[in-house]
Nanobody, 121 residues
């Protein structure tokens, strides 16, 4: 019904940059918050950043000043610009969106498939 398709992951050297994107498709009424999470081997899944429908943004301390989250509501797409990448940024990155479907009186959370980001030292 609702799909989140991620792209932009890959292998990059320390100090480099990547831009992740996540596009929502399917049949739904509206989207509120959209965000990015990441999970490194042997660690918990942590919030990286999120952006509300009105544009307010929040970041994890570890990425503050290096990452920028943005969204294009007309395209139902959220982006994560990652600069000055460090080896400790290596993880699988997951897109998340809170969606209200047609006919629903509630919000549902959807997740992307995950995209690997690897930063070499």
């Amino acid at each position: 019904q609702v799909q989140l398709v991620e792209s932009g992951g890959g292998l990059v050297q320390a100090g480099g940059s990547l831009r992740l994107s996540c596009a929502a498709s399917g049949r739904f009424f509206r989207i509120s918050d959209m965000g990015w999470y990441r999970q490194a081997p042997g660690k918990q899944r942590d919030l990286v950043a999120f952006v509300a429908s009105g544009g307010s943004r929040n970041y994890a301390d570890s990425v503050m000043g290096r990452f920028t989250i943005s969204r294009d509501n007309a395209k139902n797409t959220v982006y994560l610009q990652m600069n000055s990448l460090k080896p400790e940024d290596t993880a699988v990155y997951y897109c998340n969106a809170r969606v209200q479907r047609y006919g629903d009186n509630w919000w549902s959370d959807y997740w992307g498939q995950g995209t690997q980001v690897t930063v070499s030292s």
